[in-house]
């Protein structure tokens, strides 16, 4: 080394020395300031504030008491941040103590979030978890508590996939990630798995819900969380006088919108075109004898019509609540009364619950969550299936005005679509459903004991006797079909909890060991032969033929779970969580299974060096990694299985049996690994709130059925193979745009965009054809030749891909441009799944009035529209469709083929290429207006708040789609309903 290069360090070292030097003089010229941070209005001590002084990079923190030491210039100006209160800028103004009030605003940061096994500041979760907000479980007719999801929380996309008394809801949470496994969420109620409907549940009972979407949230429930899973939790008492409360509303429900299905005057007119190429009064020999005497008279039958009309909704609830500091109680009895569209649709739904908690000798807690649910669904509604497609020439009445056993003389095969009115049935189901804890606070500071025990029992009965009045009693001599089914779940959770705050430091841990048990049994009778009607199905003892068959599933589940979260300085989060499962339905080789996870947080807002205090002054960053399971292995499933094949020896039936399934032990759950990266953040005094989310989840050990050799007389066996992927982009934002005395207007708006797709099937990378899986495209897809127009007289048909085609028929697209159609020519079509769903409300008050729309929006699914299908009315024309304009010579359109029969030639669309639409739409799902009652008009009946309200639903459908509806699976089914309901809520 030089001495050159020795002596350049030592200068230099000799230069910082010194700068530091005069650094630590400076700064001992400066005053030291002692300070405390409080809540403003309060005395309560604000811990992990970001302290820092304008214009400089000093800073300090508070600890657990709000207390901080800063040295600062005499003139300084402190700089005050925290989640959730709003930034204080403080001058020192030579004083050496200070007390800084800090006003709290960021409300919803601060609020309580149920995220399994106990509750969170929002503030301090770690995890994608999202809190359905109150207003939208109150004042809306929701049959279902699904329903108050739709649009609240992006990421989870409800879909009403059938209309009725009891609509059919189907929840996906960040999109499809198995293929033929279930993929709805795990749904917990109080602490407890349910696994019932949700109808049966009285969505004014529940105070909140919160979906848990990503692994470090859902990875808590092990082996059952991958689908997600929405807490629901109930209401509960609170310390203070008895109250009383009352809700109840009343409304008519109306079809949303109804294609136009030919009249018989049209239908005639088609059926003598398709069948002859003519008029009717030209060849009238294409109509049946019937067909012909009810259009001479000019009648036809309206038979949607006559299955429809104007449906009912009601409910009321009375409830009570209140307690001390060691009784609380909650009670609340409630009905419900849905009369659909349909005729003879009927839901009723009974509902009592009672919540108690109490404390004893200041240590212990005892409490219940019990509800008792009795739902009738007692009626056989009119077929709006067979009514869409029936034959508007046929009677629905005979001429004593009773209903016709056979509407079509002369072709028997049809029922009448309202037989079902004739029916008698019962169909009723009673369900309690418990959960109960016992909670002590043990000895030691921070660590309690929680045991968990819940109950899940349901029957339901179901009875119904077609007699000889109808269709399908008169052809079997009356049939008798009686359903009965059990369920019996019991759950036992132990929890040891540990909470303790060590100054900026605070560990809460959470040790779980669980046991659930499953027992469902199924009984069904099927009788036929009746020597009369007058039993109906009471008496099956007598009937020639009864078919009866019994089911019983038991499944067990044990379970582990440790979950630790970390907190300093309310700066840097962290939890970790891991579960074992145990389920007796996995295959022996793979009883147990491990899911784990980790988050972290920060809220880099609260660091003093956070450069955009002023503007951002709440921000949290996240990130996660994790595992869970889909528990979609059945009981019994993993072994092999026998069916009966009894014989006739003879005179006697001898007992057969031959195998059905092939039993697999290594069958085990489908595992979802996900990465989840987020922020939460706010700003402009809590004017503007959101989070915003990406996430990929990749779920392998899918459980598909692989082709196997014959020799076992088996084709296939289920194997837990293949692979699939889900990433999505989620949003949530909530702005208050105006607050101006008594007028305000606040803003909610989500948005989620999610892609699935097929990574791998079989081990092979090939796709399945068959079943039309194709890898690196989405679960469900439009796979299928494509609509090409319609070939016109002037085109060049016999040099073209389809030399036999004639004018007027249905131009299929050469994809491959090979010059002739084929296999290789059908193509992927749009998207079955939306590209995004968003929900946007908006909320006015002005005064007493508060206005309130809801809109949503599904936008890029295409989907083929079965009511546009050119060979749905068969061959001899034996069923209606909707009125559409076809090809001619003299109407040379491009959208629709010539009206020609399919045996001429195999019709105008021989190769029956899909008549595909947009089904993208936006609909205004909720319209209302409530006003609150005058305090003069309360005091006068002594109640404590009141409002009536006005509620409008599905008001309002922008879509390109000319079926039924685009949201509904189905189009040949009960439509969608347009609900209007008036309301009053009131408290005493």
Not at 63 to 89: C, M, S, Y
Not at 545 to 551: A, E, I, N, T
Not at 733 to 739: A, D, F, K, Y
Not at 953 to 960: G, P, Q
Request: glycine share 10%.
């Amino acid at each position: 080394m030089t001495k050159s290069y020795v002596r350049t360090i030592f200068l230099s070292g000799a230069v910082i020395l010194g700068m530091l030097g005069g650094a630590r003089a400076a700064l001992a010229q400066q005053p030291t300031v002692h300070g405390r941070v409080v809540v403003a209005g309060t005395n309560d001590p604000v811990a992990g504030a970001a302290v820092s002084v304008q214009g400089s990079a000093a800073g300090a923190t508070t600890n657990d008491r709000g207390e901080f030491t800063i040295q600062v210039p005499p003139d300084a100006t402190l700089i005050v941040r925290r989640i959730g209160f709003a930034r204080v800028q403080q001058p020192v103004g030579g004083r050496t103590t200070l007390t800084i009030s800090l006003p709290q605003t960021a409300v919803q940061l601060n609020q309580v979030v149920t995220v399994g096994y106990g509750v969170q500041k929002r503030s301090d979760v770690t995890g994608a978890v999202v809190t359905v907000p109150q207003e939208k479980l109150h004042g809306t007719p929701n049959v279902s508590l699904i329903q108050s999801l739709e649009g609240s929380v992006p990421g989870v996309s409800v879909t009403t996939t059938r209309g009725g008394s009891e609509p059919g809801i189907s929840t996906l949470v960040r999109g499809r990630s198995s293929i033929t496994a279930s993929v709805a969420p795990l749904v917990v109620v109080d602490g407890i798995p349910y696994e019932g409907p949700l109808s049966a549940l009285n969505q004014d009972d529940v105070e909140s819900i919160s979906v848990l979407k990503d692994a470090s949230a859902t990875a808590i429930y092990g082996s059952r969380g991958s689908n997600g899973v929405l807490i629901v939790t109930t209401k509960h008492g609170k310390p203070g006088k008895p109250g009383i409360s009352y809700s109840g509303y009343t409304g008519t429900q109306r079809i949303s919108n109804m294609p136009h299905l030919m009249t018989g005057a049209e239908f005639a007119e088609f059926k003598c075109q398709r069948l002859k190429g003519t008029t009717c009064a030209t060849t009238p020999s294409a109509l049946t004898a019937s067909e012909q005497a009810m259009l001479a008279a000019g009648q036809s039958t309206d038979w949607v019509g006559l299955a429809s009309h104007t449906g009912k909704q009601t409910q009321n609830q009375l409830a009570i609540s209140g307690g001390n500091d060691d009784t609380r109680y909650y009670l609340s009895g409630a009905a419900l009364d849905v009369g659909g569209i349909a005729i003879n649709d009927q839901f009723k739904r009974y509902t009592g619950r009672a919540n108690f908690d109490q404390t004893l000798f200041k240590r212990i807690t005892i409490g219940t969550n019990t509800q008792y649910s009795w739902s009738d669904r007692t009626g056989v509604s009119a077929n709006f299936s067979d009514a869409f497609f029936m034959n508007p020439l046929t009677r629905a009445y005979d001429s004593t005005g009773a209903l016709t056993v056979f509407p079509w003389p002369e072709d028997l095969f049809w029922a009448n679509p309202l037989q079902g009115l004739l029916a008698k049935n019962s169909d009723v189901e009673k369900r309690l459903f418990t959960s109960n804890y016992l909670r002590v606070e043990l000895p030691i500071s921070g660590l309690s004991y929680r045991l968990n025990a819940g109950m899940d029992i349901g029957n339901r009965d179901v009875g119904t006797y077609y007699g000889r009045d109808t269709r399908t009693g008169s052809t079997l001599q009356g049939q008798a079909l009686i359903r009965n089914s059990e369920r019996n779940d019991w759950t036992v959770e132990n929890i040891l909890r540990y909470n303790r705050a060590l100054g900026r430091h605070n560990v809460d841990v959470t040790l779980l060991g669980s046991t659930a048990h499953s027992n469902i049994r199924g009984d069904t009778l099927t009788a036929t032969g009746f020597p009369n009607d007058v039993l109906s199905y009471y008496q099956t003892n007598v009937a020639a033929l009864v078919l009866s068959q019994r089911s019983s599933l038991q499944s067990a589940l044990v379970s582990t779970m440790a979950r630790v979260n970390y907190n300093f300085a309310d700066r840097y989060l962290a939890t970790y969580t891991t579960r074992r499962d145990g389920f007796s339905g996995f295959g022996r080789n793979h009883k147990y299974g491990v899911f784990p996870s980790l988050a972290l947080a920060w809220n880099i807002s609260n660091e003093s060096f956070w450069p955009l205090a002023g503007r951002l002054p709440v921000v949290k960053l996240r990130y996660s990694h994790g595992s869970s399971g889909n528990q979609a292995v059945r009981p019994y499933q993993t072994l092999s299985q026998l069916d009966d094949r009894s014989y006739l020896n003879g005179a006697t039936t001898a007992p057969g049996y031959i195998p059905v399934t092939l039993g697999n032990p290594d069958l085990r759950w489908e595992t979802t690994v996900a990465r989840n990266i987020g922020a939460d953040f706010g700003f402009g005094s809590d004017r503007v709130v959101g989070s915003i989310d990406s996430y990929t989840r990749t779920t392998h050990d899918l459980l598909l059925q692989r082709t196997i050799s014959s020799v076992h007389g088996i084709n296939s066996i289920l194997q837990n193979i293949g692979k699939t992927e889900n990433r999505g982009v989620e949003l949530q934002l909530s702005t208050r745009n105006i607050e101006r005395g008594s007028f305000s207007w606040r803003t909610d708006l989500s948005y989620a965009k999610n892609r699935n797709k097929i990574i791998d099937l079989y081990g092979n990378r090939t796709d399945d054809l068959v079943n039309r899986w194709f890898i690196g495209h989405p679960i469900d897809v439009n796979y299928a030749y494509k609509f090409g127009g319609i070939w016109q007289l002037t085109d060049d048909i016999k040099n073209s891909a389809q030399p036999t085609a004639k004018p007027g028929d249905v131009r299929v697209v050469d994809v491959n441009g090979d010059g002739q159609i084929g296999p290789a020519d059908r193509t992927f079509i749009g998207n079955l799944e939306p590209r995004y769903t968003a929900g946007l409300t908006n909320t006015i008050n002005l005064g007493r009035i508060t206005l309130k729309g809801f809109l949503v929006s599904v936008q890029g699914v295409t989907r083929v529209n079965p009511l546009l299908g050119s060979t749905q009315v068969q061959a001899e024309v034996r069923r209606n469709i909707t009125s559409r304009v076809y090809w001619t010579p003299t109407n040379p359109i491009n959208t629709y083929p010539s009206n020609i029969n399919e045996t001429q030639g195999g019709g105008s669309n021989p190769l029956g290429v899909d008549f595909y639409e947009n089904a993208s739409f936006k609909r205004l799902r909720d319209l209302s207006v409530a006003f609150a009652l005058p305090e003069k008009f309360l005091g006068r009946i002594g109640g404590q708040s009141a409002s009536l309200y006005l509620n409008g639903r599905n008001l309002w459908t922008s879509t390109r789609w000319t079926g039924l509806d685009p949201e509904l699976i189905t189009q040949q089914a009960i439509p969608l309903e347009k609900t209007v309901t008036a309301g009053l809520d009131i408290k005493f």
